[in-house]
């Protein structure tokens, strides 16, 4: 199968650095096809500007028409296209990065900003109300999984950890990216105390990392709803027999994910 | 009081460029002075590195360690310590943006990112185990809010809506930054179905914003948990007796947030 890996670490000697080389090693011993795109090392541009649609700086820019009109008409940047065309390959797309203000680093969040276009990540028909997202989006049929590591300990993002828990804060990646452009989500790899591992420490987190690669296209993925699966209703608020007395970001997954195997 | 505005939109006579101008009009009216830090205009590089630190590129970088090593010896890149003085004059910060990817976009994750660093926003003392953040990081006393704009309705962002509750959707930013860092939260100014208002719309959208503005420092803020309270044990979970029988991120907020006034 064919995995693109987009990493972000500034330092290629880092944890997260020698994690990626063993886990870009082992998928290839697999039999698999790997693509790259380490970000700081391809120096990636973060910022979305009227530069990367070809577009009229005299004129006022909506940033959702000036992308999509620049990818029908063929004159986005050629950094995006190039990201694009990976996608399109990719049957899985893993995001490696240490949890930054418990998200990604910014050089990454604007490698979802400038490639995840409208008409290329989702698609919104206003005229007939078939957006595409949520499961349905372009992306459907590729699997996605986060690999992350954090100087706290595990017990800070477990359900009542301080930090909060990692599946809702993982939420605007996991189910606000990765399954609105229609990809299954796999849950997330975790190399928590990362800040002060020991030797031995480092030879658990490169084994359960390797691990769940070796499942990465059979493991159970997080059974998040369908937009047009019949349990939204036609202003997209959840029927009220679904998940009921229930709210929050949690009533969005039908069931507990199994966590790996 | 003093207000630092960051704004992040790539096009000054947008929507939310609009909006900031109106806001700092009235802001000013009101008597408050107002230092903006527009990121896009200033050309705001969101990209971590070494370069930032001073850092021996031969050596390995741990980031945190860097960083706070380049705080304490006065070798910071000049751009970061420009928005730690501003910060430092605050009274209460305003983060304006439009959310992409349910979160900010990347100019302003890599302002945060950049900005707000171990010695700045917050202290590890491993030895005392006496770290300063949530309500006791270093950006005590001040207040902070998010000013945001979205394409979908808000009843997307409601509590079943199908992008997540708000507050959930949220909480990486105004739970795992601002109240790490010690601000006080104000509940989020949002302008939902922002690619399609009217005029009559805008008047409204700058009326809700305006008026919050005038409440800014005597609203209530989200009452989250404070880390030294006794609410969390030593491994920083919370304790049973709290928020019993419940888990996520909600169970960090002693009570429902007041909504403006």
């Given at each position: 199968m064919n995995i693109l890996w987009v990493f972000a670490h500034?330092?290629?000697?880092s944890l997260n650095g020698s994690l990626r080389d063993s886990a870009l090693a082992s998928l290839a011993e697999a039999g698999h096809t790997v693509e790259q795109s380490d970000l700081y090392r391809m120096g990636w541009n973060p910022v979305v500007s009227a530069e990367d649609y070809g577009h009229d700086p005299a004129q006022r820019m909506q940033v959702a028409t000036a992308s999509s009109t620049a990818l029908r008409n063929g004159t986005l940047a050629s950094d995006i296209t190039a990201e694009q065309a990976k996608l399109h390959r990719a049957d899985a797309v893993v995001l490696q990065f240490p949890l930054w203000w418990y998200s990604m680093p910014a050089i990454m969040k604007g490698w979802v900003d400038r490639v995840f276009i409208e008409g290329f990540g989702y698609n919104i028909r206003r005229e007939t109300g078939g957006?595409?997202?949520?499961?349905?989006?372009?992306?459907?049929g590729k699997r996605a999984m986060i690999v992350t590591s954090m100087g706290g300990s595990e017990h800070t993002v477990s359900p009542r950890g301080i930090n909060g828990s990692l599946d809702e804060l993982l939420f605007p990646i996991q189910h606000g990216f990765f399954w609105y452009t229609g990809m299954s989500v796999l849950p997330p790899v975790l190399i928590p105390s990362a800040d002060r591992l020991t030797d031995e420490d480092f030879v658990l987190a490169e084994k359960q990392l390797n691990d769940r690669l070796k499942t990465l296209f059979t493991d159970d993925t997080i059974p998040f709803r369908h937009?047009?699966?019949?349990?939204?209703?036609e202003k997209f608020v959840l029927r009220p027999?679904?998940?009921?007395?229930e709210s929050g970001v949690?009533?969005?997954?039908?069931f507990a994910p199994v966590r790996g195997k």
């Amino acid at each position: 199968m064919n995995i693109l890996w987009v990493f972000a670490h500034p330092d290629e000697r880092s944890l997260n650095g020698s994690l990626r080389d063993s886990a870009l090693a082992s998928l290839a011993e697999a039999g698999h096809t790997v693509e790259q795109s380490d970000l700081y090392r391809m120096g990636w541009n973060p910022v979305v500007s009227a530069e990367d649609y070809g577009h009229d700086p005299a004129q006022r820019m909506q940033v959702a028409t000036a992308s999509s009109t620049a990818l029908r008409n063929g004159t986005l940047a050629s950094d995006i296209t190039a990201e694009q065309a990976k996608l399109h390959r990719a049957d899985a797309v893993v995001l490696q990065f240490p949890l930054w203000w418990y998200s990604m680093p910014a050089i990454m969040k604007g490698w979802v900003d400038r490639v995840f276009i409208e008409g290329f990540g989702y698609n919104i028909r206003r005229e007939t109300g078939g957006t595409r997202r949520y499961g349905d989006g372009l992306m459907a049929g590729k699997r996605a999984m986060i690999v992350t590591s954090m100087g706290g300990s595990e017990h800070t993002v477990s359900p009542r950890g301080i930090n909060g828990s990692l599946d809702e804060l993982l939420f605007p990646i996991q189910h606000g990216f990765f399954w609105y452009t229609g990809m299954s989500v796999l849950p997330p790899v975790l190399i928590p105390s990362a800040d002060r591992l020991t030797d031995e420490d480092f030879v658990l987190a490169e084994k359960q990392l390797n691990d769940r690669l070796k499942t990465l296209f059979t493991d159970d993925t997080i059974p998040f709803r369908h937009q047009h699966g019949g349990e939204y209703d036609e202003k997209f608020v959840l029927r009220p027999e679904h998940a009921a007395g229930e709210s929050g970001v949690r009533v969005h997954t039908r069931f507990a994910p199994v966590r790996g195997k």
